[in-house]
């Protein structure tokens, strides 16, 4: 029985190996036709040579190219792959250029800047434990300001500093000269000009209704934030000392020059803490004790910023409090550092010059690949249009475009900002508005990041040229509709599973308290 039984199986085993040899010669019989195979005449004929020159064909059928016509200089085939050598060299070299730049752009030090100014200003321990995240009601949020701000934002006196002689001139002729500060105790940080204060108010019984029930008692509601709540209204009385007045009345982000955060616009009830450090507390004080936060505060953003002049690197904090209309109150950091080059060209230092020459080269780069891809429009035509390939490459020029554009524009609204001018920038009592430059430093850089990925998921199609990578090509190539279609499908069940995440746990646990964040 044993004996019978291991006969079956080698018989049905060499029986299922034979049948599978089968289905594969079959299979091989049935593949997609060559089409190069197809022209092969036509590319004989000398008046149709030039019109197949730099036809995606070859590109889509490489392994197919007739590899004897190669050796005639003549060939529509040697035209082609000479076209592909240059284009791949070309590619090549673009790809290394974009990475160094890509490199300078992004130092190591960009990131350890930031995180410094993280812990620095949200009072992070050892443990990870952040003294921000104390701040959970009215009375805390006053005396974080009082305990922990202050003393992290005076830590030099302003009036011994002498980093820089800024001048102020007067109407009546008497000149003064100011100085940044440092800030924190290793003196690695300097203190660009004062540090701006704005919150967001919304009106009485806007957004919201008092119950019916309790109405006699509370008559008005306080809801939450957003444009057709938002209150611009003056709310100063009286008693409000006239220094303070400014701080009641409602400025638009033009006139604050500041940027919108976390879905708060720039403008806002605002005030400004310059070099002193006893006014600054007598300032803070007042506005506590003359109610500038109340029921009507739904938000209150600190705007500073500070360079590191060791690393030239300029570091932009956003401290918001929200003051939710449940009675909540909770604070959030968030710290934007990009180099000094960024906002100013400049070629006084090997870095900066190397930045500003990769930024020519990449200028040439896509001003030549700009050129090519009309040049093979206009001679293959609509032929151009039926390689995938090509996509990516209209894509790869909308987002350097793009770049470039929003550059242009960090560069012209430094040059038009009078705060940011050179023998300006620094003073102590004036507000830096490099919040509402970061916007743009970092829309540039996340679509420099997404260039970045394009360009080198475009390395795909020149690995065809290699044996050992062609079949992986192949395979993408015809798969990638496929695999989108199924991104998708990804994207829904994820989308899915937050909404049920959301609404099982949004009233219990913050990670789920959004359908975003869950």
Not at 99 to 126: M, N
Not at 147 to 172: C, R
Not at 410 to 421: D, G, K, Q
Request: glycine share 4%.
């Amino acid at each position: 029985f044993s004996d019978d039984f291991h006969y079956v199986v080698r018989k049905n085993s060499l029986d299922w190996v034979e049948q599978m040899v089968e289905e594969a010669k079959e299979a091989a019989n049935d593949q997609e036709p060559n089409q190069l195979e197809a022209l092969r005449e036509i590319f004989e004929e000398e008046s149709r040579k030039s019109y197949y020159t730099g036809d995606p064909r070859f590109w889509r059928n490489f392994e197919h190219i007739n590899i004897k016509n190669v050796y005639n200089a003549n060939s529509v085939e040697f035209k082609n792959l000479k076209l592909m050598f240059i284009e791949t060299v070309f590619f090549i070299f673009a790809l290394t250029i974009l990475t160094l730049f890509i490199y300078e752009v992004k130092h190591p030090a960009v990131f350890q800047c930031r995180q410094e100014q993280y812990k620095y200003w949200s009072g992070c321990d050892e443990s990870g434990h952040c003294k921000l995240d104390d701040v959970r009601d009215m009375e805390s949020f006053w005396n974080w300001t009082r305990y922990e701000f202050i003393p992290n934002l005076y830590t030099h006196d302003a009036y011994a500093a002498d980093l820089a002689d800024i001048v102020s001139s007067w109407d009546h002729g008497f000149d003064r000269t100011y100085s940044p500060r440092y800030v924190g105790s290793a003196e690695n940080t300097i203190m660009l000009g004062n540090v701006q204060i704005r919150q967001q108010r919304v009106e009485a019984n806007k957004g919201c209704s008092p119950s019916a029930r309790f109405q006699h008692a509370f008559a008005d509601c306080y809801g939450a934030y957003n444009s057709d709540t938002q209150s611009t209204s003056t709310f100063s009385t009286r008693a409000t000392p006239k220094y303070l007045l400014n701080s009641y009345e409602y400025q638009t982000d033009d006139q604050l020059k500041a940027a919108s955060v976390d879905g708060y616009p720039g403008g806002g009830f605002a005030v400004e803490l310059g070099m002193d450090e006893a006014m600054t507390r007598t300032t803070l004080s007042d506005l506590h004790a003359w109610s500038w936060c109340d029921r009507s505060t739904r938000a209150v953003v600190f705007d500073l910023s500070v360079l590191n002049p060791n690393v030239n690197v300029i570091t932009n904090n956003i401290i918001l409090c929200e003051f939710f209309a449940t009675g909540a109150v909770g604070c959030k950091q968030f710290a934007n550092s990009a180099r000094t080059l960024v906002f100013v060209p400049s070629i006084s230092r090997a870095e900066e010059l190397s930045v500003f020459l990769y930024q020519v080269a990449l200028l040439v780069i896509f001003c030549v690949m700009i050129g090519w891809i009309g040049w093979l429009i206009s001679k293959i035509k609509f032929r151009f249009f039926t390689y995938g390939w090509n996509y990516v490459d209209f894509a790869i020029l909308i987002l350097f475009l793009t770049i470039l554009i929003i550059r242009i524009g960090i560069y012209t609204a430094v040059a038009a900002e009078p705060n940011l001018a050179v023998d300006v920038i620094g003073h102590p009592m004036k507000f830096m508005p490099f919040s509402r430059i970061m916007e743009n430093v970092l829309a540039s850089q996340q679509l420099l990041a997404f260039l970045g990925f394009i360009v080198y998921i475009k390395s795909v199609k020149y690995l065809s040229i290699f044996r050992f990578f062609r079949v992986m090509v192949r395979v993408i190539e015809k798969c990638a509709m496929e695999i989108s279609w199924f991104a998708v499908l990804l994207v829904l069940v994820f989308f899915a599973f937050a909404l049920a995440f959301f609404v099982r746990f949004g009233d219990q646990d913050e990670n789920f308290s959004t359908v975003m964040s869950s």
